[in-house]
C-alpha cells in the first residue's frame, strides 16, 4: 500500500458518516451511500412513530415497569368489567374503596363508581389473587389500604400513581415475584409489613416527601442491595429492613437528617452485619451498639439524635448494658428516641446537653437507680410517640424534678412509679398533664399547680400517698376520671370556680379527705366521685344535691 493510500485510509476513517472503507469504482461507492441514507431515514420514521428523542429517551436496560409507572399512563388492555370489583363509600376518604375479586391476571382499577371517584384501594379475599401479575392503578387513588395486595404471589409489576399518599399494612406482603416498585412522589407513610417478603424486589427508590417507613416495612426483601433514604424521613421503625441480606449499601440524601431509626431497622443486612464493633451510626443519627459497654458510655461528638432502643432490645439484649452507671450526651443531640436507654438497672447519673429539644416515651423507662437528672430549659417535647410507656417511668430512685418551661404538655405514665420523687416544679405556661403521668407517685408532697394548666387527665396523680392539700389551677374546667383516686393522706381541696364536672372515681378511696371547696360553677358530679370519702356532713349533702351523672342519669 502506498502513502498515499494510507492516507486516504486515514481520512475516511475519521468521517464520522461512514462506518467502512472499501476500494471500489465510484458508482459501487454512490450506491452505498444511497443505501444508508434509505435506511437513515427509515430509522427516524420508526423513532417519530415510537416517540423516540433525545429528551425522552429511554434506557434500554431500563424494564418497561419503570416507564409505565413514572409517566402512569394507562395500559392497552381492556378495563376489568365492575362485577370484578368489591366496593364501598368511604366516609374518610370521600369516595370510593375497592377491592379485587375476579379472575384476571391484568388488573385496572376503576376511576369512579356510581359518579363517585374511587379513592382507595381495598382488600377481599380472593382465592384467584396469585393469578394476577399486572396491576395498573390510576390517578386519583390516594390510599393503598391493608393488605389490599397480600400475597398476589405472581405479581411482578403495579403502576401506582403519584396521587397515592398511604401504603397500608401488609398492602404488598409475599408478593414474591415483585421485582420492581417505583413509588409515587406524594408518598408520605409506608406502613408496617407493606413490602414484606418480597423476595426478588431488587430495587426501591423512596421518594422526598416520604416521612415514616412503619416496622418490617421491607423485612426479608433479600434482593434488595441499596436504599437512599430521603431527608423528609423522621422515622423509621424496628426491622424495617431487617433481613434484606444483599443490603450493602445505605445512603441519606441529606447528610445532616435528624431521624428517628430503631436500633434493629437495619439488623441482619450485609450493612449491619460488616459494621464494627462501637456505635452503630447513619449519618449524624446513632442508632445501636455493638460489642462491650463499659460503666461511662459517652456518645460521639456530632451525634444529633439517638434512635429508638438505641441500648435495648427485648430479642437481641447487650448483657453489658447492666455496667453503664453513667451517660455522658454531647451538645449537637437535639433527640432521644422511644427506649433509647431504657432499662439500664444500673444507670444513676445522665447529663443532657442544651441542645436536645425531644424525648420520646420509654427513653429512661425502667432505669431504676437514675437518681440525678436535669432537664434542659430548651427541651420543648417530653413523651411523644405512640409507644405507651413514660419516659421516666419506674425510675424509682429519682428524686426531685423540674419541668423547662418550653414544655407545654406532661406526656401520658412520664413519671409514673417514681416512688422516690418528692418534689416536682411546673413552670407558668404549662397546659396538659396527661393520663396517669404521675400515678404511683407515693412520695410526692406538695404540689403548686401554675394558673396555666386545662387538662389534668385520667388517673395523672393517682395513689400519690403523700399529698395532703391540692389546690387546683384556675383554667381547669374538668377533673377526670380518676385523677385522684386512692391519695390516702388527702385532706383537703380547692376547687376554683370555672370547673363544670368532677369525673367518674375522681377522687374515690381519698381516705382522709375532710374538706372539699365545690364552687357553684360544678353541676355535673358523677355517683362515685367522692366514694369511701370521710367528707364533712355539709359537703356530702352538696354533693348529693349536684350528682347528676351515672346510674339512672
Known amino acids: ?148 395486595f397480600e400475597d398476589y404471589v405472581s405479581l411482578k409489576s403495579v403502576t401506582i400513581p403519584d396521587s397515592v399518599t398511604v401504603i397500608g399494612l401488609a398492602a404488598f406482603e409475599d408478593c414474591k415475584s415483585l421485582e420492581i416498585v417505583n413509588l409515587p ?63 450493602a449499601e445505605i445512603a441519606l440524601a441529606d447528610l445532616d437528617s435528624v431521624i428517628d431509626i430503631h436500633s434493629e431497622a437495619f439488623i441482619d443486612t450485609y450493612w449491619h452485619n460488616r459494621f464494627p464493633e462501637g456505635f452503630v451510626l447513619i449519618g449524624d443519627n446513632l442508632i445501636g451498639y455493638k460489642g462491650d459497654m463499659t460503666s461511662t458510655l459517652t456518645i460521639p461528638e456530632g451525634i444529633k439524635s439517638i434512635g429508638q432502643s438505641a441500648f435495648y432490645s427485648i430479642f437481641n439484649p447487650n448483657p453489658t448494658v447492666d455496667n453503664v452507671v453513667s451517660v455522658v450526651i454531647p451538645e449537637g443531640v437535639e433527640f432521644i428516641g422511644a427506649e433509647a436507654f431504657a432499662y439500664m438497672v444500673s444507670l444513676k447519673r445522665v447529663s443532657l446537653p442544651k441542645s436536645l429539644r425531644t424525648i420520646n416515651k420509654g427513653a429512661f423507662e425502667g432505669c431504676t437507680s437514675l437518681e440525678d437528672i436535669t432537664l434542659p430549659e430548651g427541651l420543648t417535647t417530653l413523651g411523644e410517640g405512640v409507644y405507651a410507656g413514660g419516659v421516666f417511668e419506674g425510675c424509682e430512685t429519682l428524686t426531685s424534678i423540674k419541668i423547662p418551661e418550653g414544655i407545654k404538655e406532661i406526656a401520658g405514665y412520664t413519671f409514673e412509679g417514681c416512688k422516690s420523687l418528692t418534689e416536682v416544679i411546673f413552670h407558668e405556661g404549662l397546659k396538659s398533664i396527661k393520663q396517669g403521668a404521675f400515678s404511683s407517685c407515693v412520695s410526692l408532697k406538695n404540689i403548686v399547680f401554675p394558673d396555666s394548666i386545662d387538662e389534668i387527665g385520667p388517673s395523672a396523680f393517682s395513689r400519690c400517698d403523700s399529698l395532703t392539700n391540692i389546690v387546683l389551677p384556675k383554667q381547669l374546667t374538668v377533673i377526670e376520671s380518676g385523677a385522684f383516686q386512692e391519695c390516702r393522706n388527702l385532706e383537703s381541696v380547692i376547687i376554683p370556680d370555672g370547673v363544670t364536672e368532677i369525673g367518674y372515681e375522681a377522687f374515690a378511696d381519698c381516705k382522709s379527705l375532710v374538706t372539699v371547696h ?17 367528707l364533712d356532713y355539709e359537703i356530702r349533702r352538696l354533693i348529693d344535691e349536684r350528682e347528676t351523672l351515672g346510674i339512672g342519669n
Not at 365545690?518 to 370521710?534: M, R
Request: hydrophobic share 30%; with cysteine.
Open 518 to 534: 365545690i364552687p357553684d360553677s360544678v353541676t355535673g358530679i358523677w355517683y362515685n366521685s367522692f366514694e369511701d370519702c370521710p
Open 1 to 148: 500500500m502506498t502513502a498515499e493510500n494510507c492516507q486516504m485510509l486515514c481520512a475516511d476513517d475519521c468521517n464520522p458518516r461512514k462506518s467502512y472503507i472499501v476500494d471500489q469504482k465510484e458508482d459501487n461507492h454512490l450506491k452505498n451511500l444511497k443505501l444508508l441514507s434509505v435506511l437513515l431515514v427509515s430509522v427516524l420514521l420508526l423513532a417519530g412513530c415510537n416517540n423516540i428523542t433525545p429528551d425522552n429517551a429511554t434506557n434500554s436496560n431500563t424494564p418497561n415497569i419503570s416507564k409505565q409507572e413514572v409517566t402512569n399512563k394507562p395500559p392497552k388492555w381492556e378495563q376489568n368489567p365492575i362485577e370484578d370489583f368489591d366496593y364501598e363509600y368511604s366516609e374518610d376518604l370521600k369516595g370510593v374503596l375497592v377491592s379485587y375479586k375476579g379472575e384476571s391476571e391484568r388488573v385496572m382499577f376503576p376511576t369512579e363508581i356510581n359518579g363517585d371517584p374511587v379513592k382507595g384501594i381495598g382488600n377481599t379475599e380472593n382465592p384467584q389473587r396469585g393469578k394476577v401479575t399486572e396491576v395498573y392503578i390510576p390517578d386519583g387513588i390516594q390510599v393503598v389500604d391493608n393488605a389490599a
Open 185 to 247: 412522589k406524594n408518598l408520605k407513610d409506608i406502613k408496617s409489613w407493606a413490602f414484606k417478603n418480597c423476595k426478588v424486589l431488587s430495587e426501591i427508590n423512596l421518594p422526598e416527601g416520604l416521612e415514616h417507613i412503619g416496622s418490617e416495612a421491607f423485612e426479608g426483601c433479600e434482593a434488595l442491595q441499596a436504599v437512599t433514604i430521603p431527608s423528609t424521613v423522621k422515622e423509621i421503625e424496628e426491622e424495617a429492613f431487617s433481613g434484606c441480606e444483599k443490603l
